[in-house]
C-alpha cells in the first residue's frame, strides 16, 4: 500500500472529517434513490408482463426481494462493523453498526409485511412458520434487540461491546435465511435469481428488480449517512469541533 | 402496455388490495424513517445547543 493512501484511510477513519465527508456525500446518494426507484417502479409496472402463473400479485417482487436481500446484506455490513469495532476500537466503526440497525430492521419489516401481502393471494395465508419466514422474523429480532440492547446499557463502550457480541452471534442467522429454501422443503418459492444460473424469470422482471434493489441499496446508504451523523455528533458532543460546528448552525 | 386505462391499473388484475396494501406500506415506512431523520437532527442539534450554552454559564460562574 502507497504512503499516501495509508494516509487518506485514516483521513476519514476519524469522526470529525468522516462526519464532513458523509455530509456531501449523502444527496448524491438521496438523489440516486430517487431515480433508481421512479426507473425501477416504471419497468416493473409498465414495461414487465403480467405473469402467466401469478398474474398481477407477482408485482409484488419489486419491493419484496429488494428489500429482503437489503435485510440480509445490512445485517452482514453491521456485523462486520461491529466485528472490527470489537478488535480495533475504532469509534467510527461502533457509529456505523448503530446507524445501520433501524434502516435494516426497516427493510425486513418491508420484508415480512409485503410477503405476507404476497402469501395470502399465492398460498392463501398471511404467515406459516417454515424456515425462510421465521428466519427472517429471527432477524427482525435481532435488529430490534442489538438497538434495545445498545439503547439500555449507559456506558457507550459497554453499549457497544455488547451490541457487538449480540449482532455478532447473529450474523449464524443470515446464511440460514439465504439457504432455508434449499436446506428444509418450505411454502417459500426458491430463488429465481442465483449466481450460478441465468435468472428463471422474464428479462424486464428481473431488470425491474435489480433497478429496484439498487435503489433499495442507495437509499440505505443516504439514510446510514444522514444517521451516522447524527450519533457522531451525540457522541462527539465534548469534542472543540462539534461545538464549533453546533456554533455555526445557530 | 400492459393497461388499458387507470381503473385496470388500480385494480391490478384484482389483486390491488395486495400489491397496493404491499407499496403503500413501504412508501410510508420509508418517508416515516426520513422524516423522524430530520427530527433527530434537529434534536440533536437543539439539546447539543443547550448543553453548550449551560457548560459555558457553569463555566464563566467558575471563573
Known amino acids: ?250 | 402496455m400492459n393497461w388499458q386505462s387507470w381503473s385496470h391499473f388500480w385494480a391490478m388484475g384484482g389483486y390491488g388490495l395486495y400489491v397496493w396494501g404491499s407499496y403503500a406500506v413501504t412508501l410510508v415506512v420509508m418517508i416515516g424513517e426520513i422524516v423522524a431523520l430530520l427530527m433527530r437532527r434537529r434534536g440533536v442539534v437543539e439539546s447539543l445547543t443547550k448543553y453548550y450554552a449551560a457548560r459555558g454559564k457553569n463555566h464563566e460562574a467558575k471563573a
Open chain 1, 1 to 250: 500500500m502507497s504512503k499516501s493512501k495509508r494516509v487518506s484511510w485514516f483521513y476519514f477513519s476519524s469522526p470529525q472529517t468522516f462526519y464532513g465527508l458523509a455530509g456531501r456525500l449523502q444527496p448524491w446518494f438521496s438523489a440516486l434513490a430517487v431515480i433508481f426507484c421512479v426507473v425501477g417502479l416504471y419497468i416493473g409496472f409498465f414495461i414487465a408482463p403480467t405473469d402467466a402463473q401469478q398474474g398481477e400479485s407477482y408485482r409484488i417482487i419489486f419491493i419484496h426481494v429488494p428489500s429482503a436481500w437489503m435485510s440480509m446484506f445490512i445485517y452482514l455490513v453491521m456485523g462486520f462493523w461491529c466485528g472490527v469495532g470489537l478488535v480495533f476500537n475504532t469509534r467510527l466503526s461502533s457509529m456505523w453498526a448503530t446507524a445501520l440497525a433501524p434502516t435494516g430492521a426497516l427493510f425486513t419489516f418491508i420484508a415480512l409485511w409485503t410477503g405476507a401481502l404476497w402469501g395470502k393471494p399465492t398460498w392463501g395465508t398471511w404467515w406459516v412458520w417454515d424456515a425462510r419466514l421465521t428466519s427472517e422474523l429471527i432477524l427482525l429480532f435481532l435488529y430490534i434487540g442489538f438497538m434495545a440492547l445498545q439503547a439500555a446499557i449507559d456506558d457507550q463502550r459497554r453499549a457497544d461491546k455488547a451490541g457487538a457480541v449480540l449482532a455478532l452471534v447473529g450474523v449464524i442467522n443470515v446464511p440460514i435465511i439465504y439457504f432455508s429454501v434449499k436446506w428444509w422443503s418450505t411454502l417459500h418459492q426458491g430463488s429465481s435469481v442465483s449466481m450460478k444460473s441465468a435468472p428463471t424469470m422474464a428479462m424486464t422482471m428481473f431488470a425491474g428488480m435489480i433497478v429496484m434493489a439498487l435503489g433499495f441499496w442507495m437509499y440505505s446508504i443516504a439514510t446510514a449517512l444522514s444517521r451516522v451523523r447524527c450519533v457522531i455528533l451525540e457522541r462527539e458532543r465534548h469534542t472543540e469541533w462539534v461545538m464549533a460546528e453546533i456554533g455555526e448552525r445557530k
